[in-house]
Antibody
Framework: QVQLQESGPGLVKPSETLSLTCTVS????????WTWIRQPPGKGLEYIGY???????DYNPSLKSRVTVSVDTSKNQFSLKLNSVTAADTAVYYC????????????WGQGTMVTVSS | DIQMTQSPSSLSASVGDRVTITCRAS??????FNWYQQKPGKAPKLLIH???TLQSGVPSRFSGSGSGTDFALTISTLQPEDFATYFC?????????FGQGTKLEI
């Protein structure tokens, strides 16, 4: 069964770049869209963006100028980079798989907390 | 952007109750609509997609309805494990916005 696991630094300094990786196990990254979502402490869910295994991408306009998502099919991984971070970017970051046909997010990683602080 | 508005924001209920949570989209999204359940400290879990299709493994006491702009999630007989926060989401067009959440307290 497909499982996702986020990894990356838990602490990032203001103005620097947040970098996270999601590793897909139990299945291939091919033929699916993959997405990133975040949740500030005590708040709701925010869609960040998605990518297709062959490289197509989509970003939330609210973050588009600062976000890059990419995929590495050889490692069965996909990644998120968010630059020029501020305290407002402090959140739990989730990766998830996009269900074929209806675009629901059907499999999620456990999430990783990222704090932006000096 | 399509905005999603959930109500209520919180709800107290008892085991065995029937509860309904609603969500309204700011424009028609057909049936590109999903419900998620999130328990404290855990990732969200997909409950219902396409407005009314139960995700595999989800108990049949959960049901979804609606199309266009108005949607509902009903739990027919509340169980203790249903204490959670529920989020709606549109998957009609990017950005795939979520509702603000409904916290269900048992």
């Amino acid at each position: 069964q497909v499982q996702l696991q986020e990894s990356g630094p838990g602490l990032v300094k203001p103005s620097e770049t947040l970098s996270l990786t999601c590793t897909v196990s139990g299945g291939s990254i091919s033929s699916y869209y993959w997405t990133w979502i975040r949740q500030p402490p005590g708040k709701g869910l925010e869609y960040i963006g998605y990518m297709y295994y062959s490289g197509g991408t989509d970003y939330n306009p609210s973050l588009k100028s600062r976000v890059t998502v990419s995929v590495d099919t050889s490692k069965n991984q996909f990644s998120l980079k968010l630059n020029s971070v501020t305290a407002a970017d402090t959140a739990v970051y989730y990766c998830a798989r996009v269900h074929r046909g209806n675009d629901a997010f059907d499999i999620w990683g456990q999430g990783t907390m990222v704090t932006v602080s000096s | 952007d399509i905005q999603m508005t959930q109500s209520p924001s919180s709800l107290s209920a008892s085991v065995g109750d029937r509860v309904t949570i609603t969500c309204r989209a700011s424009q028609s999204i057909s049936r590109f609509f999903n419900w998620y359940q999130q328990k404290p400290g855990k990732a969200p879990k997909l409950l219902i997609h396409c407005a009314s299709t139960l995700q595999s493994g989800v108990p049949s006491r959960f049901s979804g309805s609606g199309s266009g702009t108005d949607f509902a999630l009903t739990i027919s007989t509340l169980q203790p494990e249903d204490f959670a926060t529920y989020f709606c989401q549109q998957s009609y067009s990017s950005p795939y916005n979520f509702g603000q959440g409904t916290k269900l307290e048992i």
